[in-house]
């Protein structure tokens, strides 16, 4: 017994080979497959071979793409895959090598311990503050001292005269040191370091009175080396040249400074030199 077929709309039995409900006036069209137009992309039925839109062909392709054989797609594919692993090959052959060269010349160079230390001084000139105030230096002992005068018999009794001693300098607080940072890492000759601090006081240092600043490494000949140099400001830059002369094994540089009270304006030169504040903490930076 065979379904009888009814409206999808209003469920009314319809007899065969209907085309509308008689009842709800719905339509039945048969269903027609419709592709879309490469060129205007609009649904067409896929029957007609002009579309009535644009009036090109619809299965047409906007621009001819070229079809590349299947071996010769295969073979590119091959040589490409080829080419890039022989580079990250040659890329981790080339660092094992290195690191294997660079240990083995490491190992074969005889480790000395450091017996001695080289001082080297080194000056940086600066503009001399305006107006400096002179400060006398270490003051000796007061010696109380008799003066003689001349009485006539019977006058009072002469009475010795005490000088009032000179009060010494004061004492600056330890230099705090600003940049750069402990550990910063630089690298090349061309780096740009630039060694900063506060001042200890707020209007300057005195025209005897110096920033020491004490730079120490490992030389190339594995001996320890201390560079000094000598600031009015506060801030002085590492020289370019001592690159070269730090030991490759070792690129970590320490510094620290201190306030150095000096007899006359040379720091060189003079044969008297007394700190004038504690040494500042210490910090290392590395210089690759």
């Known amino acids: ?104 010349v490491g190992l074969s160079e005889p480790a000395s311990v450091p017996t001695q230390v080289i001082e080297v001084i080194y000056i940086v000139a600066t503009s001399v503050p305006p107006a400096p105030t002179l400060v006398p230096t270490l003051a000796p002992t007061p010696i109380p001292r008799t003066t ?20 010494a300098p004061a004492m600056y607080p330890a230099p705090q040191l600003i940049g750069p940072l402990d550990r910063t890492v630089f690298a090349g000759t061309g780096a740009n370091i630039v060694l900063q601090w506060q001042p200890v006081s707020p209007i300057g240092l005195r025209e005897n009175e110096w920033y020491q600043i004490s730079v120490a490494y490992t030389g190339r000949d594995n001996k320890r080396v201390q560079q ?41 030169g003079s044969p008297n030199k007394a700190p004038a504040s504690p040494p500042s903490g210490t910090r290392a930076f590395i210089w690759n």
């Open 1 to 104: 017994m065979t379904e009888e077929a009814r409206c999808p709309r209003c469920g009314k039995r319809l007899v065969e080979q209907a085309t509308f409900c008689p009842s709800c006036g719905m339509e039945f069209l048969p269903h027609r497959l419709r592709i879309r137009c490469n060129h205007c992309s609009h649904r067409i039925p896929a029957e007609m071979l002009v579309c009535p839109r644009c009036g090109a062909d619809p299965r047409a392709g906007r621009l001819p793409i070229p079809r590349v054989p299947r071996r010769i797609a295969k073979l590119s594919a091959i040589l490409i895959g080829s080419f890039l692993l022989l580079c990250i090959g040659w890329v981790i052959f080339r660092a094992i090598t290195t690191n294997a060269l660079a240990r083995l």
């Open 148 to 167: 003689a005068t001349t009485t006539r018999r019977g006058g009072p009794t002469p009475t010795a005269t005490r000088r009032v001693p000179t009060p």
């Open 228 to 268: 000094i140099g000598w600031a009015k400001e506060t801030r002085w830059t590492v020289p370019a040249e001592w690159w070269s002369d730090i030991s490759p094994e070792s690129r970590i540089l320490q510094w620290n400074l201190t306030v150095i009270r000096v007899e006359g304006i040379d720091p060189i």
